[in-house]
């Protein structure tokens, strides 16, 4: 029931696999200062302790990962580029070589086994400098930066990849300023004049990548990337019906920007009313008409909304958060188990806005027990991953046979890699474990799961044996 050409893979990024944090004039990103996610404060300089330094050291082991995820069968492997191997600080007139060199060479590696990539352009991992000297994304200036920065990738790779995203999880900006939007300023003390101003930079900058984009290559597809999340009214009652609707309002604005090149009424009334003023110049509006070619999206849970306040308590969750569902389960770190929700998500962005959907991101992060398999070779029986990703797999299915067009999936962390949220080694989501720990300890070497070789088959059987 799946496309024929349904592109089937996993999902990584730089800073949380490839480790090499200092390595060929690479310059720190937020991430090298970020040692407990979004949960700690950030640190001066990079620490020991930041698990992100090293990574799953991706940076060198990149040629024996993408041969796991050939054998697996991958049609696409999404990573991102970490702009600061780029531009060392952002600001540069002149890209940094070895940077360029180490993903010409890493794209090449996906060609090689036909491997189509699919590139996030900024994936939670600002140059520092841009954060320190100009407080990320509330400053126009970024828009420059970013251009000079896109457009030098888009040359750079115009024949190796095809598939881009602008911003990774762009929503996630009006709760983790920092992480998201690389805005030093924190958060308590950010006005929300500040922080939409940062929003509309990079809906124009956005906007111009796509402009960009397609100048430099006509065949270019180029998606928005959206923290995606079922708000579901807690109770029938029309108040918590309504309590919905503006929460989900909160999210969808940036994917009605993207597609349809405008503010939407909402949006405007909501900063109207909140006493937000933002500097628009006659030309963002114009260059904001340059719509994407599709909507690509992560997926881990659905939350609730009331107007009750009583009844108002934020779960635990992605970066974006709400009221938790009774009727759900919940993984080991408190996320919401929801997979019908990914058909009513898939349904609800396409009668929205008829463009094709990428579901880039979706998965568990569970703890994993390494043991010796009955071949000998060490291993993780996976089975509630599998679970997670089959009930998760049906109702794309079902989406499907609505007639949601869906371009493709990629899995989260294909490979164990280092939590955003929590920056934690031990929250697992990969096919192939990676041997090493929080401490620090471990040898580096990789291992198949069991779900490694249960994807294998839902790749070779196009979803239709699960
Ligand atoms: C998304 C991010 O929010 O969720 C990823 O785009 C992240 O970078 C993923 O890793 C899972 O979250 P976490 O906190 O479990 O790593």
């Not at 024996?64 to 702009?83: N, Y």
């Not at 009605?256 to 030309?283: F, L, Q, W």
Request: with cysteine; aromatic share 14%.
């Amino acid at each position: 029931m799946f496309p024929k050409n349904f592109l089937w893979g996993g999902a990584v990024a730089a800073n949380q696999c490839e480790g090499a944090y200092n390595e060929d004039g690479k310059g720190l990103s937020i991430q090298d200062v970020l040692p407990h996610g979004i949960k700690g404060p950030r640190t001066e300089a990079p620490t020991e302790d930041n698990m992100k330094l090293v990574g799953i050291d991706f940076y060198h082991h990149y040629k024996e990962d993408i041969k796991l995820f050939a054998e697996m069968g991958f049609k696409v492997f999404r990573t991102s580029i970490a702009w600061s191997r780029i531009f060392p600080k952002g600001d540069e007139e002149t890209p940094n070589e070895a940077g360029l060199k180490f993903y010409d060479d890493l794209f090449d590696e996906c060609r090689k086994y036909g491997i189509e990539p699919l590139v996030t352009l900024s994936h939670y991992e600002t140059p520092l400098y841009l954060a320190e000297h100009y407080d990320g994304w509330v400053n126009r200036d970024l828009i420059g930066f970013y251009k000079r920065y896109v457009t030098t990738v888009f040359n750079r790779y115009k024949d190796k990849v095809k598939y881009w995203l602008t911003f990774n999880e762009i929503n996630s900006i009006l709760e983790s300023p920092f992480m998201s939007g690389g805005i030093n300023t924190p958060k308590e003390k950010l006005s929300q004049s500040d922080l939409y101003q940062a929003v509309h930079h990079e809906l124009v900058a956005s906007a111009w990548a796509t402009k960009i984009g397609h100048e430099i290559n006509p065949d270019f597809k180029i998606g928005c990337m959206i923290l995606s999340m079922p708000v579901y009214p807690l109770t029938p009652d029309p108040s918590d019906v309504l309590a919905a609707m503006e929460q989900d309002h909160k999210n969808m604005m940036f994917a009605d920007v993207h597609v349809r090149g405008c503010y939407p009424g909402y949006a405007k009334r909501y900063m109207r009313e909140n006493g937000i003023s933002i500097s628009v110049t006659d030309e963002d509006m114009e260059i904001l008409k340059n719509t994407v070619d599709f909507v690509s999206f992560s997926y881990y849970v659905s939350v609730c909304a009331t107007a009750d306040p009583e009844k108002n308590v934020r779960g635990e969750g992605n970066l974006l958060g709400g009221v938790p569902n009774p009727y759900l389960k919940a993984s080991d770190w408190g996320w919401q188990i929801d997979p019908k929700g990914l058909r009513y998500i898939l349904n609800t962005l396409w009668n929205r806005y008829q463009k094709p959907l990428f579901i880039v991101e979706n998965g568990l992060g569970a703890f994993d027990q390494l043991i010796q398999g009955a071949d000998g070779e060490m291993t993780v029986e996976d089975d509630y991953r599998i679970a997670y990703l089959r009930d998760h797999i049906r109702q794309m299915e079902e989406a499907v046979m609505d007639g949601v067009d869906l371009m493709g999936y990629t899995t989260w962390g294909c490979i164990d890699l280092v939590s955003a949220s929590t920056a934690e080694l031990r929250k697992r989501y990969g096919f192939i474990y990676v041997d090493r720990n929080d401490d620090g300890s471990g040898t580096m070497k990789r291992y198949k799961k069991k779900s490694f070789y249960w994807y294998k088959h839902v790749i070779e059987t196009n979803g239709q044996e699960l």
